[in-house]
């Protein structure tokens, strides 16, 4: 008996000598909206579950901790649809439940594809967390992007920068273009995931083996779910938890997990309705023992813990490029006009800040709309593009449509107020004037078209100067314009321009055109009848930038011959601005115009604007192809928070080694081709991919000199004769624009330089006629807003979602790659300042001198800054 005794104790002892595994089970349902339901039934299933939840949360109260009850939504949205139809009182409790950590939800709308997504429809699309954050004193910590299996490098500061800490990630073998053995061998399954400014989350991602005998969950995105159609939930909770503890193995050298804490997420998987609740209870309970803790999780518990037991995890600051991410370019030019908007929406929100410091409910009456935008941003690259469920694909097709134009119509709305009510607060006098207005945080010196229906022998004065400037009409989709050349637009400000009667000054044109080929003080540029540019001859470098590739030349759509198409002919020629037109029929009927302005050779308007429009409709995969006379370049682009090399991270670059998908990268405000001492930047405004050379799935032509920017189409196939994954025939489409601008520069690729040539392309000075009254304001030229340095880019400024009297939104971004100080100086006294998240939520509180504010940023970063100001 005392030896029996003996035994126990000395058993007793080693176990409690090892060390506990804490386990983690949380029941997380995956939403496919708009995949496997519709919208009203989705948020029907969102209330009603959120209900059963709630009650479960009440019955397991009184149980200990770790086996209570508790639910993880993966999008906002679902709390978006409870305090939609459910009473203050039933939304309040649901506000409790997530205080006290038995609910948990992430800053994301929905589940999203990210590849596509310009930077700031990223963050708007989090903004109704950063309401409830503010509202509610609530922290949301949790961001997700599941079933893709690719997922940018940006985000992780975009993420990071709004609050969040933690991501977990699951994936899904459906439909993806790459085997099981390649995306199955992840380096780490903890790791940092780390953007370029060095800020981040704490990520999960297991390994995943999704062929269909495979003996685990893990890696997928319904890991406590190991049979679909499952009859025993209990039964596989617990072989769940069985394979949690065996996958933790902290004693071999070599282990995959070298970890004493574990987690499977997600239950829920395709089903619109998941109602398991006591399973996980019953689990925890009946596998804790005295080696394993097992709990019920909200998920950050969990990475709670590994924050501190695992303080030193491994970094990844990799792009694992895009493959859902992919399939909004079946329905491009409805993406086009959300991007597009999104581009807008900078000028919009710059207008409405000057507007409101002066009106300040100018705009109330659009609340609803704007946030009935943001929540469409975080909704339009829902996950699944792929369109092939149970909502078939016209329904998806109208649903992204109606998406599109919330977007566009709040965007829309905003601008045209925003515009009329700063035309209305300056002082008119007897001659029409108009102001032109700068968006951008540097003095711009550019063109700028305002509509006018008058005589043409007039002349346009700017107020400020008192000098006549260069002027000519010009027609555009049918409408008159008076374009003008503005100098020295204020950083976020305007100038004020007179319409005299009177010729103006007798100014040469702004090129010469003979045949098809047009010639600046710099530039020479051949326009080929089918729109192609076989002929771009830089003077100032002494080199011709054509090359062709494949047959291709640059802007082409791939005619087999580039001179099939009507004569080329000269539109809007004038002392600003000379436009040349080419249309041809093949490959499908398109219109190419390509404009060139004066002052090219130094100040003024440097780049080459390239306009395209494809006039009917097709369901292939059509590219615009740019074939440069480069030599072995090196690619740089915008992917979302961060300027990417396109070469793997073993070869310098920023692409993964391994599990990375590389045949498209994101193409957002730029792509730069530069070989040493010389290259191009590319604008880009309406595509949202581009692929280098013959790049494929697993091989990326790193040093190719091709660009092909991505038109549209059906890029993937589901299944081996299974059809492919999209909207068919971009939806019967027959209307596409292409907005392009090159720039040919000497020296090294600068980022800021590309950013700033980008940026002005697709920002456009924006003009409104003067109509206030001589109670308006006087001033001929305003400036709201300007940086210290010039490597620190003004990306957004905006009323506070909380009213001008909550301040003024500031968000740059520092081009630099290193830590830099500089100074925002605002036209009016700033009364307080705060640091904040993205998403608007304040973080610290900073010290501002009269109108100056001191703000610090490491390399690469993006900051936000709440800004109150005197009256």
Not at 631 to 650: C, D, F, M, S, V
Request: net charge positive.
């Amino acid at each position: 008996m005392r030896y029996f005794l003996f035994f126990t104790l000395l058993c007793f002892s080693a176990a409690n000598a090892q060390p506990v595994k804490r386990l983690y089970l949380a029941n997380d349902d995956h939403t496919d909206y708009m995949w496997t339901a519709n919208e009203a039934n989705y948020d029907t299933a969102f209330v009603k579950m959120l209900d059963y939840y709630l009650d479960q949360i009440d019955a397991t109260r009184s149980n200990p901790s770790d086996f209570q009850a508790r639910f993880n939504c993966d999008g906002s949205y679902w709390l978006r649809a409870y305090q939609k139809y459910r009473s203050p009182a039933r939304f309040n409790r649901l506000i409790a439940a997530i205080r006290s950590g038995h609910i948990g939800s992430p800053l994301n709308t929905l589940v999203s594809t990210y590849g596509a997504q310009p930077t700031e429809a990223v963050l708007r699309g989090m903004f109704y967390a950063g309401q409830l954050e503010r509202a509610y004193g609530l922290r949301f910590t949790l961001a997700e992007a599941m079933e893709n299996n690719t997922l940018p490098l940006g985000l992780s500061s975009l993420w990071a920068g709004s609050g969040a800490k933690y991501s977990w990630k699951g994936i899904g073998g459906y439909g993806s273009q790459m085997t099981y053995e390649y995306r199955a061998n992840r380096r780490h399954q903890l790791y940092r995931y780390t953007g370029l400014d060095s800020s981040g989350v704490l990520m999960k991602w297991y390994r995943y083996d999704g062929r269909p005998k495979a003996h685990t969950a893990f890696g997928g995105y319904a890991e406590c779910r190991l049979v679909i159609k499952s009859v025993n939930t209990m039964k596989e909770l617990r072989q769940i938890v069985n394979g949690l503890d065996a996958m933790c193995d902290t004693i071999s050298p070599n282990s995959a997990y070298p970890y004493n804490v574990a987690g499977a997420f997600g239950y829920g998987h395709d089903d619109l309705n998941t109602y398991v609740s006591q399973p996980f209870v019953d689990a925890a309970k009946a596998e804790t023992t005295p080696t394993r803790k097992v709990r019920v999780s909200n998920e950050e518990d969990f990475f709670q813990d590994v924050a501190r037991s695992y303080p030193k995890l491994p970094f990844e600051s990799v792009s694992y490029g895009n493959e859902w991410d992919l399939y909004c370019a079946s329905m491009n030019e409805t993406t086009a006009q959300v991007r597009r908007s999104t581009e807008k929406l900078r000028a919009a929100e710059a207008l409405a800040s000057l507007v409101a410091l002066k009106t300040p409910g100018f705009a109330s009456r659009l609340t609803t709309a704007r946030n009935l935008a943001w929540e469409s941003f975080g909704m339009y690259w829902e996950h699944n593009w792929t369109a092939d469920g149970p909502v078939k694909q016209p329904v998806r097709a109208q649903w992204q449509i109606k998406i599109q134009r919330q977007i566009s119509g709040y965007v829309d709305s905003l601008f045209l107020l925003s515009a009329t009510t700063l035309g209305r607060q300056i002082r008119q006098t007897a001659n029409p004037r108009f102001y032109v207005f700068n968006p951008l945080n540097w003095s711009r010196s550019d063109v700028a078209d305002f509509a006018y229906a008058g005589s043409g022998s007039i002349q346009v004065v700017d107020v400020s100067t008192g000098k006549t400037v260069a002027s000519q009409l010009i027609t555009q989709e049918g409408k008159r314009f008076l374009r003008i050349f503005a100098e020295g637009v204020p950083s976020v400000g305007y100038k004020v321009f007179e319409i005299k009667t009177g010729p103006s000054p007798s100014l040469p044109v702004a090129a010469a055109v003979v045949g098809e080929t047009i010639r600046t003080a710099r530039y020479r540029i051949r326009l080929s009848p089918s729109g192609a540019i076989t002929d771009l001859y830089d003077s100032l470098a002494n080199r011709q930038l054509v090359k062709p590739m494949d047959g291709k030349y640059l802007n082409d759509l791939g005619a087999p011959n580039v001179d099939e198409g009507s004569p080329v002919v000269v539109e809007n020629a004038g002392p600003v601005s000379v436009t040349l037109k080419a249309v041809s029929p093949v490959p499908v009927p398109h219109t190419v115009r390509v404009t060139v302005f004066a002052n090219s050779r130094d100040a003024g308007t440097p780049r080459i604007e390239i306009e395209n429009r494809i006039q009917a409709n097709f369901s292939d995969v059509k590219t615009w192809a740019f074939s440069f006379n480069l030599n072995q370049p090196t690619t740089r682009h915008e992917e979302l928070g961060a300027i990417l090399t396109a070469k793997k991270e073993t070869r310098g670059g920023h692409y993964a080694a391994q599990n990375a998908r590389l045949d498209w990268q994101t193409f957002n405000h730029f792509a730069d081709l530069s070989e040493r001492n010389y290259g191009v930047t590319l604008s880009n405004l309406d595509c949202s991919f581009f692929k280098l050379g013959h790049s494929t799935v697993d091989s990326l032509w790193e040093q190719s000199p091709q660009l092909n920017a991505l038109a549209g189409g059906q890029v993937d196939t589901k299944r081996e004769d299974q059809g492919v994954l999209g909207i068919f025939g971009q939806n019967g489409q027959t209307n596409f624009l292409y907005q392009f601008a090159l720039h040919p520069h000497q020296g090294d690729f600068e980022p800021v330089v590309a950013m700033k040539f980008a940026l002005e392309h697709q920002n456009p000075l924006v003009t409104g006629a003067v109509t206030g009254n001589r109670n308006s304001d006087p001033q001929s030229t305003f400036s709201l807003l300007t940086t210290s340095d010039p490597n620190v880019l003004l990306w957004s400024l905006k009323p506070s979602e909380d009213g001008i009297g909550a301040g003024l939104m500031a968000r740059f971004w520092n081009f630099n790659g290193k830590p830099v100080t500089p100074t925002i100086t605002v036209a009016k006294p700033i009364r307080r300042a705060w640091k904040t998240t993205h998403i608007e939520t304040n973080e610290q509180l900073l010290k501002p001198d009269n109108h100056t504010l001191p703000i610090r940023f490491a390399p690469h970063q993006l900051n936000s800054y709440r800004l109150q100001l005197a009256n």
